[in-house]
């Protein structure tokens, strides 16, 4: 039985090994195409390597200048937002981001948010989900070992300062883990989504025939609000707010 369990185990990391190989080098064939100017066998393969289960910064940045190349603006802004989301402080997603979005039709105003929101945004993106994690972690078990020495220490003194250090930092650790959910759990659902037709036109109400706020182009980022059926309310950077049908978004 223990020889069948190590086979088995060897099979499945040798199985492991051959499809990270495997993905690695549709990857870089990708990436050759690209830079022979394939732009459409490269989404093919980038897109083939999403469908797999891959995901990265650098192939959702890849993706999106491919799909910028062949001026699909929507899908463009929606992985390079992808990447953005995975790699926030990366100078080239962020200025690549912008150059396609100076391209889209429409350039709506952006409000900016309470600083308070900005602050925490900014502090998620510092270290994010894991590095946030590991800062938890070490405060944690500081303050672990101070109330150890709490209980242990040899002179008074010691006992109190082992105390005080202790509780502090346990109750300084739920900060940097509360910021690595946080950072987590906006990567998996930001509420944020990008339009990927070329034109619709935003609804006052989630009906067909209600009335038309304003027409909306491909490129368009904007935030959920909520959801009814096969519509979703929507709201623009500018604070404008309507409804849109599902189809036509893409969640970042």
Do not use: C
């Not at 830079?35 to 390597?49: R, V």
């Not at 962020?94 to 100076?102: P, T």
């Not at 502090?168 to 759990?185: E, H, M, Q, R, V």
């Not at 038309?212 to 709201?235: C, F, M, V, Y």
């Amino acid at each position: 039985m223990k020889k069948v369990k190590f086979f088995l185990f060897i099979l499945f990391i040798s199985t492991q090994l051959l499809a990270a190989n495997a993905e690695q080098d549709l990857f870089s064939s990708a990436n050759e195409n690209y830079e022979a100017g394939d732009f459409k066998s490269a989404i093919e393969q980038y897109e083939e390597l999403l469908e797999e289960g891959f995901q990265s910064a650098e192939l959702h940045y890849n993706l999106g200048n491919s799909y910028f190349r062949l001026n699909d603006l929507g899908y463009a802004v929606l992985h390079l937002e992808k990447a953005a989301l995975l790699a926030p402080r990366n100078k080239d997603i962020e200025y690549n981001l912008q150059v396609v979005r100076s391209n889209l039709p429409d350039q709506i105003e952006v409000i900016s948010e309470f600083f308070v929101t900005r602050w925490w945004k900014n502090l998620q993106t510092m270290f994010g989900p894991r590095g946030w994690g590991i800062i938890g972690l070490i405060f944690l078990w500081a303050g672990i070992a101070g109330l150890v020495i709490w209980f242990r220490g040899s002179n008074r003194q010691l006992r109190k300062r082992g105390f005080v250090i202790g509780l502090s930092l346990l109750i300084l650790s739920i900060f940097p883990f509360a910021l690595g959910f946080s950072a987590s759990k906006n990567i998996k659902n930001s509420k944020r989504a990008v339009i990927t037709i070329a034109q619709i036109d935003l609804k006052s109400a989630p009906d067909e025939d209600s009335e038309n706020i304003l027409e909306l182009h491909a490129g368009t980022s904007l935030s959920i609000l909520d959801e009814i059926g096969d519509w979703k309310k929507i709201r623009l950077s500018n604070g404008e707010e309507g409804w849109l049908e599902t189809a036509v978004l893409e969640k970042i």
